[in-house]
């Protein structure tokens, strides 16, 4: 049994060095002066700002989706993702980035939203028919 | 605030509810007690009583949720659950998703399997129903408790103890609308989430907890084991359950991947979200407890292990639900749910499945049995543990990872300003590591196939295991040539692990046609074990070699800044009828259908080989639903055709915007500038429009050549339906514009029906142009009959006359006429006049206006020749001479120019941004993962049937 031991010793070593190792896969949120002096990729939360101009126009490239974004540093800059426009885009609360900065404008190869769930904004549909 | 008399509630269902759930909960600690003391002082009292309180319990179980699907149902709701997942437009059929779709539902689902299983275990009444059943109880007791819904507690100290399935909506929500006694006439339900109604989240959800609630069983026998200081004799009736469940359990997890594939948009079948990584974490770990259970069953060693894994399985369980359950994952997952006040319980609920069992574990340490002897290298029992080892390990690692915001939330508490850190790609950080996990436990499940337990002859097996070995590989090797030319993974990495895959299914294979002679009993494992290797095939050749097809070929690189990486570039834009290349297949959007809420898209496909001839096509369908006021797109599904060897996979990315919201569509619609222009028929017209450019910040003058050719008083128009006593006028166009030689042929419509108009336009999108009839065109074109001035002659059979140069011959009457404009009814006399009218030009039409008498009123219909501006009546029949009253009427056919609203801002709507992925050989993922699942449940099937023999 010793040699069990051993082994799985020298396993939980390993995993646990991997994971520590793994730190090279995490990035924290940061900000847009951040990433302006950083050539790697990271991770900006921010939340859209609905008075800019969204530019999603399928017909010329329905690749090419652009919006701008406040960090939390107040921070306002555009952003590029090479993708269709996601459903829901509007109503989306907070945005997370994940890309690089070039220049002035922010190049996404990832977005996620983080939509108001169903419940905190509920509103009571009213039957049509009952309400003329 | 007044007490309103609420009008319509049913509450006597909620206060039944509230009951039957404190029973639950009340029968559940009784029967926890029960079976405790029955287990202390074994008296037969007790454990009658635990009995009978978890059958009651069972029962109370069993009555919740029928009240609820009762309630929900009968759409009661004042019931903030019902109101909130049901609605009157939901279809029964969605009635048991809608049930788990929520917090409260998806626990008694867990409570519901746990009773079953419970009951099984009750009936058989062997040694160990009494301490598995205590266990069990305190379980169901601690879920119960999620669904209470009471306080407990004194003024400020009073907490909430679960969330109640039986609130009433007024309770939960502050809305105008309650200060209205018949509130309850004006509101309609919620309504299952449009993404959730399809028939997977009728079959994934209570598959996947039975798997969670199963994994109980085996953790319940093995911390009853360590209870009563009996190591030896659960591990028989323990081992068919923990079988089942890694089946079942499995089964459950590769149902969702194959709803995330087959239905949602997410373009795959495993993304490493945080849901899916914590389903598949206990699974793995019940995995491994089967093993090292193998091997104390065969040998004895193994045993700790065996009580820890499935002591963890049960507890990894219970963190994925907290994990899920209290809103800690946030943003990370697309599955968790939202916070519900729970956290307190949840964590709490974790506290004991980790603390209590593991410490007991510590306890009893020293009496459970060791054999003196350590196993050899060369021994079956040795790999095997070695692969479970693996297998625990590939589990802390994701674990590890997926707990990450955990982590986060535990730093935050001591550095408040501290703010958490994320994995960047979860995809490539997960996937690395465990390509080489996945190379081990192949290699291990292998290899170990020709290893024996308890060797002590290994000199005699040796030759044997190498001569099979090197068979193996040989063959293997032979089969990595053309799979390599199948894949063409470029890692070495990938090469390795396609390689050792191969082998591990030729030796799994081996040992299975061995089976047909030796009649072995590990059948069920080398059936898993070919499964794995499969599976890993199909992981790579799916998930590496995924081609994404809806790429353009023609899109000019460099156009946009930045827009370098063709890989990140996964969309085409398709117009309707204009075929379009993507790769080796030609689609073609053909048309669409709406039903309900849902939109579907005929797209054809057609495959071309590399002399590009036509080799195969098929029809793909995806669709998009329509959320309630069709003002956004819900939930878009995808559509996948499959071949043997590969699937296409597509789905609708985005749509036109005016195809996306109705309400937008009808604004731009009323909002729609138009040209009004007064063209001549069969003059030549040049309408010269001023086009802003966007993008460009300039106009353009672009001019279309418009020609009328024909003016049409029976038109069609694809939208048009005709129907008696319309006046209908249709614009035959034709039409060029300056930049390009495409002739365009259009007929826009505008009918008058009951004083009302109706307006067919005809949408020309190549050019983004509306083209409409306004309401003048009838007074330009049209005769009324106000207008005319009759003149009545008289006319025998076969005379005629001359008018403004047609002739007018009366060829004689007709009984009981059908005519376009007349139908008979009962009771008419009528008559009609066959009239043959030959034109100067020398065209002959032949009409007949109707004289009738209906309820002893004499009427006319009237017959007309558009065409020549004659109108004719036949207003009076004189009995005496035989002949016929023909009024005649003559307007020539008006000639003045046409009013035609023409728009050249109208948006195109006659596209769809479609996103298509090619994914190879993805069947050898799907029947692997399944062979994996089949041979865990024949196990079972093996063993309980050896267990009736025995």
Redesign the interface.
Known sequence: ????YI??MV??G??IF??FN?AE?????ATFSEAINNES???IAGNLSKDKKMD?N???????FSFFIKDSKGIEKKV?L????P??FELSE?I?V?GQM?GE?F?A??L?M?CP????D?E????SE??S | MDQINYVGEHLWAGKLGHFIVLATFISSILSAVSYYFFVKKEEKGWLILGRSAFITHSVAVFSVIGLIFFIMIKKYYEYQYVWTHVSDELPMQYIFAAFWEGQEGSFLLWMFWNAILGLIILSRRNQWESSVLAIFAVVQAVLSSMILGVYVGWDTFSIKLGSSPFQLLRDTMDAPIFGQADYLELIKGNGLNPLLQNYWMTIHPPTLFLGFSSTLVPFAFALAGLWVKDHQNWLKPAFPWALFSAGILGIGILMGGAWAYEALSFGGYWAWDPVENMSLVPWLILIAGIHTHLITQSTGQSLKSTYFFYLLSFALVVYSTFLTRSGILGETSVHAFTEMGLEAQLLFFLGIVFVIPFLLLLLRYKTIPTPEKEEALSSKEFWIFMGSLVLFFSSVLIAGSTSLPVFNKIRQIFEPTYLGSVITDPIPHYNKYQIWIALFVIILSSAAQYLRFREINWAKNRNKFLINTGIHLLISLVLFYPSYQWLQLTAWQYNLLLFASLYGVVANLAVLVSYFQTKTKWVSSVISHTGFGLMIIGILSSGLNQKIISNNPFIMDGLIEGASDESLRKNILIFKDAPMRMQQYEVNYQSDSLDNYTRSYTLKFVEHNKDNQRIDSFNLKPTVIYDKSFTKIAASNPATHRYWDRDIFTHIASLPQVEMDMELRKQKEDSLKYNALNISLNKAFVHADTQYIEDQDTQVVRKYNILITNVDFAPSHPEYKPQKGDLAIGIDMKMVRDDDDKVIYAKPVIVLRENLLYSYPVQINEWSTRIRLPERVFEDLYTFEDDLTYKAFRLGVNESMVQNENEIIFEGYVRNPVTPDYTPEEGDLAVGANLMVKSKSGKSYRVMPVFLIRKGEPLNVKAEIPALGIHLRFPLLDPKTEKAEISYAFAPKKNNPIAIDFSTEALRSDYIVLEAIEFPGINLFWGGSSLMMLGLLLGMVIKLTNKIKD
Do not use: W
């Open positions: 049994m010793k040699r069990m082994l799985a396993l939980i390993v995993s991997l994971l793994a896969d995490l990035s924290t949120y990729t990271v991770k999603y399928p017909e010329k490239d329905p690749n090419y590029i090479f993708a269709a426009k459903q829901d907070q997370v994940t070039k404008v190049y190869s990832d996620l983080k769930s169903k419940y905190k509920e009571i549909y009213i039957k009952k309400r």
